[in-house]
């Protein structure tokens, strides 16, 4: 157990539906990241929060939006869902921003989305 | 962007078998890290190498950072069950505000 909470662990909504995947960290971690991981994008990059403030972002979709809360949870939201948007989405925490490395990010079991 | 390029992407060996797997680049990263993850599962990790030329062995695994800091190498001896997952090396892209970004992983199947 990574300490790490996501909800829901499985989703299947239909295309151009609107969903929210939560994240929990570790308790004391005070960065978020999130990953989309599919067959053949491998683990991608989307943001990455630290203490409530956005610290890094990668290819995220303008349809992709994510925040993170004052008790430090995080929420990635996703609309206009696609096919293509089907996904593993992880989340992970550490106690550093990424650029006091080397840091160690600590995975949750990831939300499985599935757009029919 | 900096990119890590892993190789082979799958890899199936009969128990008892030695492997390697890569990790290039043709950027320089500071420190590397392994992860491993297993079906279900976030990936977890095994090991930070920081230093150019650095050696880690974690019981049969044997992780080497190389000279010039743009590679890394995963050495398991004696492949057992146990080590079947999805292997992923990652790094910081420094070009982009600092982001961790892995590579595509290496699937290891080991057979009993």
């Known amino acids: 157990d990574s300490g790490v909470t996501q909800t829901p662990k499985h989703l299947i909504t239909a295309t151009g539906q609107r969903v929210t995947l939560r994240c929990s960290p570790r308790?004391?971690?005070?960065?978020v990241y999130w990953y989309q991981q599919s067959l053949d994008q491998g683990l991608q990059f989307l943001i990455h929060y630290y203490n409530g403030e956005e610290r890094a972002k990668g290819n995220i979709l303008e349809r992709f939006s994510a925040q993170q809360f004052p008790d430090l949870h995080s929420e990635l939201n996703l609309s206009s869902l696609e096919l293509g948007d089907s996904a593993l989405y992880f989340c992970?925490?550490?106690?550093?921003?990424?650029?006091?490395?080397?840091?160690?990010?600590?995975f949750g079991e990831g939300s499985r989305l599935t757009v029919l | 962007t900096q990119l890590l390029e892993q190789s082979p992407q799958f890899l199936s060996i009969q128990e008892g078998e030695n492997l390697t797997v890569y990790c290039n680049s043709s950027?320089?990263?500071?420190?590397l890290q392994w992860y491993r993850q297993e079906p279900g599962e976030g990936p977890v990790l095994l090991v930070t190498?920081?230093?150019?030329?650095e050696v880690k062995k974690l019981k049969r695994l044997t992780f080497q950072f190389g000279d010039a800091r743009k590679d890394s190498s995963l050495h398991i001896t004696a492949a057992q069950p146990g080590d079947t997952g999805l292997y992923l090396c990652a790094g910081v892209d420094w070009s982009n505000t600092g982001k961790l970004i892995f590579g595509q992983g290496t699937t290891l199947q080991v057979k009993p």
């Open positions: 992970a925490s550490s106690v550093f921003p990424v650029n006091k490395e080397p840091g160690e990010l600590f």
């Open positions: 950027s320089v990263f500071s420190s």
């Open positions: 190498v920081v230093t150019g030329g």
């Open positions: 308790s004391g971690d005070l960065s």
